[in-house]
């Protein structure tokens, strides 16, 4: 054997070694991309998971804040109840929904009741008329009937 030939033999037995650390370099830095890009889509998928519920949340504290009509009917003294607006918003065009003989004058058209307002009306019951123990309303933007428990009278 030719001791010449040795620093070649070394040199190539080391360039064979730097090979295959450079192979395996390569292959942490593609694993290590591999798992960046996965952590990425992962913190978009989050992001944007967490920017439709804060949209979610501000649309429902919307919805909860919106100005609402709040009826109710009570009696205020003898024959007279008043339908009164507990909400914030205006109730427009309020009507009965169904006929209620002991009311002693007709429902008014066009009855608007702006919140903290209230309507009186009279209401005589018979024995051929009793009063009703609910009144149906709607008003403008209502036009399911809401029930309105009617109270009894307290004198």
Known sequence: M?????????????????LGVSIKARSDGKRSADAAERSAAVAEDALTH??????????????ANRPRVMLSCEHAHKAKWQLINHGTATATNVRITEAVGALHRP??????????????????GSMQEPLPTVIRVVWDS?????????????D
Do not use: C, H, I, K
Not at 50 to 63: N, T, Y
Not at 143 to 152: D, G, M, W
């Open 2 to 18: 030719n001791w010449g030939d040795a620093p070649a033999w070394a040199a190539f037995v080391v360039s064979v070694g730097a």
């Open 50 to 63: 967490q920017r439709q519920m804060d949209a979610e949340r501000r649309a429902a504290e919307d919805e």
């Open 107 to 124: 429902w008014p058209e066009n009855l608007t009741l702006a919140p903290g307002e209230a309507y009186d009306f009279l209401m005589v």
């Open 142 to 154: 209502q036009e399911n009937p809401v029930p309105l428990r009617v109270p009894p009278r307290r």
